[in-house]
Nanobody, 116 residues
Framework: QVQLVESGGGLVQPGGSLRLSCAAS????????MSWYRQALGKERELVAS????????TYADSMKGRFTISRDNAKNTLYLQMNSLKPEDTAVYYC?????????WGQGTQVTVSS
């Protein structure tokens, strides 16, 4: 049974930090590229960052560059997203996604709210 379980979301003040985790099971995590997406209320889901299966390649959406860092630990089957200098516009549900060729899996999401 494939599972992607996000955690680490919550309420944080502007300028604060959060670290999201995505625990994977039921598939060979190290063979899949991984991504973080987010979806704000009333908006389309957007790509935040991606990382290659081995972790050597990363890409970021322009608005996240320099503030967010995606990483993975293949020994722990876990994906991370370190988010710094958070802004109110970062408020969204954050999802992790696993992709390999035509196969993709999604997590259920974790809410991040940036507010004073």
């Amino acid at each position: 049974q494939v599972q992607l379980v996000e955690s680490g979301g919550g309420l944080v003040q502007p300028g604060g930090s959060l670290r999201l985790s995505c625990a994977a099971s039921g598939f060979t995590f190290s063979m899949f590229a991984m991504s973080w997406y987010r979806q704000a209320l009333g908006k389309e889901r957007e790509l935040v960052a991606s990382i290659s299966s081995g972790g050597g390649g990363t890409t970021y959406a322009d608005s996240m560059k320099g503030r967010f860092t995606i990483s993975r630990d293949n020994a722990k089957n876990t994906l991370y997203l370190q988010m710094n200098s958070l802004k109110p516009e970062d408020t969204a549900v954050y999802y992790c996604k696993a992709v390999r060729r035509s196969t993709n899996y999604w997590g259920q999401g974790t809410q991040v709210t940036v507010s004073s």
